[in-house]
């Protein structure tokens, strides 16, 4: 019975201390909670007070945004109405400028015109004035080139004639070379052989050559050799030799410029020889 009653009390204090211990947690827990509880009502008033600064501080910032908007309004009014002020000013002062330009061109014009009849005045009397002296100079140049047509014709109408004559007598000569080639213009069998070329390149040693000139030179035939620019054969020259007509022609490019004279001497032959055969 002592043990069991042992027992019963051991078991009633280890339920009792269960008990006990179970009720200490539970205040823990509870404490705990309200522990939480307060903090986050803590937390809330915070963000309450945060989110009140913050519409507090918003309704301040618009009020200032409101007040630099009506702020900035009343400058641009005032801008506006000082960049009015300025254009009317500018406006009469454009106005007055131009009654002074049109004022200072009327009197420009006036003066102008007044000028410009003096000055066709002047003009006017400058071109009597010139009239005539030019009738006078006209009547002086009408003696002068009376005197001077008598002096042209009796003083440089002379050497012309001169010139004139000269030409005449080289035209006769030129034909008289041309009437010359009759006979071999008739023959057939008459062969013409024409050699052209620079001064100085062979023309007339060769024209020798065929001659029959057997000199170490071949100057010793019919032709004046040369080996220099200077030509030796002035006109052409005809040499028979059998059934060869052969004509030697001055060179070209000679240092006496005369090649436009042989160009036409040579055509003229050409021409009055018939062509080369």
């Not at 019963?8 to 309200?34: C, I, K, P, T, V």
């Not at 106005?95 to 003096?118: S, T």
């Not at 009597?128 to 009408?142: F, M, P, V």
Request: glycine residues 4%.
């Amino acid at each position: 019975l002592i043990l069991f009653k042992f027992l019963m009390d051991l078991l009633a204090f280890l339920l009792l201390s269960q008990s006990n211990s179970e009720r200490r947690r539970r205040r823990q827990r509870e404490a705990e909670q309200q522990r939480y509880r307060q903090q986050l009502a803590a937390q809330r008033r915070r963000e309450n007070e945060l989110k009140a600064q913050r519409v507090a501080e918003q309704k301040r910032y618009q009020q200032q945004l409101r007040e630099q908007e009506r702020i900035r309004k009343q400058q641009l009014a005032e801008q506006k109405r000082q960049r009015q002020a300025e254009q009317e000013r500018y406006r009469q002062e454009l106005a007055e400028k131009e009654r002074l330009r049109k004022k200072q061109l009327k009197v420009a014009q006036q003066e102008k015109f007044r000028q410009e009849r003096i000055h066709q005045q002047q003009l006017a009397e400058k071109e009597r004035i010139r009239k005539e002296q030019l009738a006078k100079q006209r009547r002086q140049q009408i003696e002068q080139l009376q005197s001077h047509k008598q002096y042209v014709i009796t003083q440089k109408l002379k050497p012309k004639q001169i010139e004139l004559s000269n030409l005449q007598n080289q035209i006769a000569t030129e034909e008289e070379s041309i009437k010359g080639m009759r006979l071999e213009r008739n023959d057939n069998s008459k062969k013409i052989i024409i050699c052209v070329g620079k001064t100085g390149h062979g023309k007339s040693t060769f024209v020798n050559r065929l001659a029959g000139d057997t000199s170490l030179m071949a100057d010793k035939g019919p032709c004046t050799t040369s080996n220099s620019a200077v030509s030796c054969t002035k006109s052409l020259q005809k040499i028979n030799c059998g059934k060869l007509c052969i004509i030697d022609c001055p060179g070209w490019a000679d240092s006496g410029g005369a090649d436009r004279h042989h160009s036409n001497n040579l055509c003229a032959f050409l021409k009055g020889c018939g062509g080369i055969n």
